[in-house]
């Protein structure tokens, strides 16, 4: 299986959300944040997608790519910078390196927030990288669901209903 930006950000953020999206258990309302993602996406940033492309390598889809440039740039609609973000683009910093782009960097770019972080090749991403991967795929492969990690985040995630609602 592929190791994809998402389940390196679910790594970051809780293996239980790894597992499930994983293992292919999605919430309804899971399409609607990827889709509101992508309209902010594709609205504040239509002026810039010119120079960028679209490009899959590896089942690893990255929206903006300037490959003059070898940037990958990343737009979250989040109004909070999370370290899962920026886990997502090293891992796909690495995957491209992997594939034969020397040394490719980052914009990380946050529209609600006004602010946007630069992220330069790190040859520490190589380890980082195949470690992420390996761990990712130990979790997916687990016979049973990790456990609830009772955090404020999973108010705002998609798998709350199905993590907290207890049956009658
Ligand atoms: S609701 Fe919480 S425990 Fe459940 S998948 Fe989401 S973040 Fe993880």
């Known amino acids: 299986m592929n190791i994809t930006g998402t389940h390196i950000a679910y790594l970051h953020t809780c293996h239980r959300k790894l597992w499930l999206f994983a293992n292919g258990i999605q919430m309804e309302h899971n399409s609607e944040i990827v889709a509101e993602g992508k309209l902010i996406a594709e609205t504040t940033y239509l002026d810039r997608a010119r120079k960028y492309t679209e490009l899959a390598v590896d089942g690893v889809k990255i929206d903006f790519y300037d ?28 995957v491209l390196h ?35 991967e390996k761990k990712a795929l130990s979790i997916i492969q687990l016979e049973n669901c990790p456990e609830l990690i009772q955090k404020s985040i999973c108010k705002k995630c998609s798998y709350y209903e199905l993590c907290y609602v207890v049956e009658p």
């Open 67 to 94: 490959a003059k440039n070898k940037v990958v740039h990343e737009v979250k609609k989040s109004d909070k910078v999370e370290q899962a973000h920026k886990a997502q683009v090293m891992y796909y910093l690495y």
């Open 98 to 132: 992997k594939n034969g782009i020397h040394e490719p960097t980052a914009i990380l770019e946050y529209p609600r927030l006004k602010q946007r972080d630069l992220i330069d090749w790190d040859d520490d991403f190589i380890s980082q990288g195949k470690e992420w």
